[in-house]
């Protein structure tokens, strides 16, 4: 099991930027054996796909919400996975959260992911 700690999020105006990581860690563990994901919920709301990133870094995918705005980044020797945000909307306004799944794959679904951080939130005022 890895565990999984979000920081960076906040208030920002419409049109602004928040970079958001997320430090993974865990007993006998390598960041390397997991996609990573990002996901967010809104009152009220399902939680909702953002972005994931492979095991390697080599393969991404982002929801179309997000797409030319947000970028999903992964440094494995330091056993984190970055967002950043940019251009953003008050409807990015969420709880963000960050999610391991061990997997070779690129999990986009919430069901596939095992390992959840506590969520930061991030607020876009208008």
């Known amino acids: 099991q890895v565990q999984l700690v979000e920081s960076g999020g906040g208030l920002v105006q419409a049109g602004g930027s928040l970079r958001l990581s997320c430090a993974a860690s865990?007993?006998?563990?390598?960041?390397?054996?997991?996609?990573a994901g990002w996901f967010r919920q809104a009152p009220g709301k399902a939680r909702e796909f953002v972005a994931c990133?492979?095991?390697?870094?080599?393969?991404?995918y982002y929801a179309d919400s997000v797409k030319g705005r947000f970028t999903i980044s992964r440094d494995n020797a330091e056993n984190t996975v970055s967002l950043e945000m940019n251009s953003l909307k008050p409807e990015d306004t969420a709880v963000y959260y960050c999610?391991?799944?061990?997997?070779?794959?690129?999990?986009?679904?919430?069901?596939?992911?095992?390992?959840w951080g506590q969520g930061t939130q991030v607020t876009v005022s208008s």
């Open positions: 990133i492979s095991w390697s870094g080599g393969r991404i």
């Open positions: 999610a391991a799944a061990r997997t070779t794959g690129l999990p986009t679904a919430p069901g596939d992911f095992r390992s």
């Open positions: 865990g007993r006998t563990f390598s960041f390397s054996w997991y996609a």
